[in-house]
Structures are given as C-alpha cells and as structure tokens.
C-alpha cells in the first residue's frame, strides 16, 4: 500500500503562511495566492539583520506601512523575539490594527486623508521624529534597504519546481520593487528569458506617472508618491499603468470567474496578465496575489455591480512616457535604469 500524503508540523505560524498557493486559472496564467506575501520579505529581512547582528534580541524594529508588511513585521518580530513599532497608513482598518496590537506591536496611525500622498509623507515625518527621539530602535526601511530582497529566493525555488522550465513571465505590482524584484532575479540567473511585467497606479512617481491624479485610488502599496530604492528599474520588461476602476474589474472578475477572493493589486494584475496571455500564449504567466480582499470589502466587493466588464477593455500601447494616459496605458520597457528613460526620451 502507498503511503498516505505527509503534513508538515510548523513550529510558528509564519511558516504556515508564507508559502503561497499555486492556482491554474487558465492554460496559460497561474495565480500564486498569498494570505500576506511579505511574511516572505519580513522574514528574510530579519532572520539576515539578526545574523549579521545589526539588529539584537529584544530590539525594537519600526517602520511605515499600508498595510501588508506592517502584520508581516510583527510577525517576524513575534517568531524572533523583538519588540515592533509601526507607522501606520489611514488605510489600516481596525481589524488589522487588533491583529498588530495582539502581537505586541504598538502602532502610530495617521489620520483620514483623501491623499494617498499626504498620508505617506506624514508617515515618512513620523518615522524621522521616532528616530530622533529612540536611538536604540532599527528602522527597517522596507523601501530602501535591500535585505527585503533575500526571503523571495525560496519563492523563486517554488515557482521553478513547480512550473519547470518552460517560457515564463511574471506579473505583479512594483510597489517598493523587492516582491518582484526578488523573485524574478534568482529565477534570472537560471533563465534570463523571464519576462517581468510591473504594474503601477496613476499617481506614481515609481514610473512616470507622478503628473496624474486618480480621483478613487485606494491601492495601497504598489505606487509611491516618493522614492524608493529598492525598485531596481532595470529589472522590468513591461509596464502596465492601470486606474481604480480598471483594478477594480480584475478585482470582480477574478471572484467571479475563479472564485478567488484577493485585493486590488492582484485583481490588476489578473486584468494585465490575461490580455498579455492572449498575445503570448507559449509563456506561462505567474500573476502574484499579495494578499486577501478584507483590506477591500466595502469600497470594492460591495460595490461589485459598478465593476467593468473585463473583456471589454484594453490598454493604450504607448513607446513613451510623454504618452502615457489614463485609465489604462502600457510600455515596453526593455530593462531600462530609470535615468537612462528620461535621457533617452528628452533627445528623442
């Protein structure tokens, strides 16, 4: 008799979670589900601090989030023994905030704002006044430091044993660059053909869209209204801007047609991997699902009527940034730095 199947005893909850699932929603678009896909980058970030002993048992570890990392740090804070201070965005809703309390967090929370970009800078200011006032904490710069790099490795090792070696490409939102960055450079360095296809809201000066505002943005973490470091430009094939409304589709569609109940960057990335899919289909498309839709009840699962019809949309296909429009464009990016665009398109 074959032995049955074999259940793995985790020793935190972490480990039971980091680890996505794996769901064909087409021949060729695969969804790698996360209940929160930064338990990858926490983990990493602070099992690598602790080992080269930047950060000590027992130290406090403070940064800024809208949301996802925030409950990923103080996880890892939990499992490692560290105390965790989070800036919290307006977004973080009160379940999530007793979640990060219950695990020993404590946590600053900015006031409402219809600002996306004002609430970012007034947690960027409150991180400065903390530092200045506790010099023994660490600030985990989720949006600079490249350690957030190091957890998505074992993500890459899934994909590759998962999915074998055929033409791959990877879709996910940039947000602070490390989720896709961070996979797709391991599975690179075994197949240089990956494709990395980047999406950001309207609103980002990530990409280039700085001088657009988008009146219902609400999709916390994939854009910034600042710099971040650790999105390394050259890594990105392709780019996708896409608006709420559009996200929103995805969002709908993808509860509708697969059953998958996720947040607004996944649904986007749904929208942007099945019109890409139907151009190539000899590539397999992973699409990264971050997180759940909890963070999206209200504003976007209740409001599902109002959603778009998916399939009677489509981008603009634009060659320069000085073409970009809303609601949604996309561009060729050819691995570029970022400096060597803006060069590029002022000689043009």
């Given at each position: ?106 946590v600053d929370q900015m006031p409402p704002s219809q600002s996306l ?84 809201p309207f609103g980002s000066v990530t990409f280039g869209s700085e ?45 509708r047609e697969h059953a998958v109940f996720a947040g607004l960057s ?83």
């Open positions: 008799m074959s032995p049955g199947p074999t259940n793995t005893v985790h020793e935190h909850i972490t480990d039971a979670i980091k680890q996505p699932d794996l769901v064909r929603l087409t021949d060729n678009v695969v969804l790698a589900r996360f209940e929160t896909m930064k338990v990858y980058a926490a983990l990493g970030a602070v099992r690598t601090l602790l080992d080269r002993g930047v950060v000590r048992p027992g130290q406090t570890l403070v940064d800024s989030s809208s949301g996802i990392y925030a409950l990923a740090l103080a996880m890892a804070c939990h499992r490692y023994g560290l105390k965790c201070h989070i800036v919290a965005s307006t977004t973080v809703d009160a379940g999530m905030r007793a979640q990060l309390e219950l695990l020993g967090a404590t970009r004002l609430d970012q800078e007034r947690r960027v200011h409150r991180v400065s006044q903390l530092l200045a006032q506790r010099p023994d904490v660490h600030w985990m710069r989720q949006y600079h430091d490249s350690v957030h790099y190091e957890g998505y490795k074992h993500f890459a090792e899934l994909i590759t044993s998962a999915l074998g070696d055929g033409p791959l490409t990877v879709v996910g939102a940039v947000g602070t660059g490390a989720s896709t960055g961070g996979v797709v450079e391991p599975l690179r360095r075994a197949d240089p053909s990956v494709r990395l296809l980047g999406l950001q001088g657009f505002t988008d009146p219902e943005a609400i999709i916390a973490g994939i854009g910034s209204s600042i710099w971040f470091d650790n999105v390394r430009h050259h890594l990105y094939d392709g780019l996708h801007w896409v608006d709420f409304r559009h996200a929103m589709a995805g969002t709908i569609g993808l509860m996944t649904g986007a990335a749904y929208l942007v991997a099945g019109w890409e899919a139907a151009r190539n289909p000899d590539r397999t498309h992973v699409v990264i699902g971050a997180d759940t839709g909890h963070r999206y009840v209200d504003r976007v699962f209740a409001r599902h009527e109002e959603a778009p019809d998916m399939d009677s949309l489509s981008p603009l296909e634009i060659t320069s940034l000085e073409d970009l429009a809303m609601p949604w464009s996309t561009m060729e990016w050819h691995r570029r730095a970022w400096p060597a665009v803006r060069q590029e398109e002022q000689a043009s």
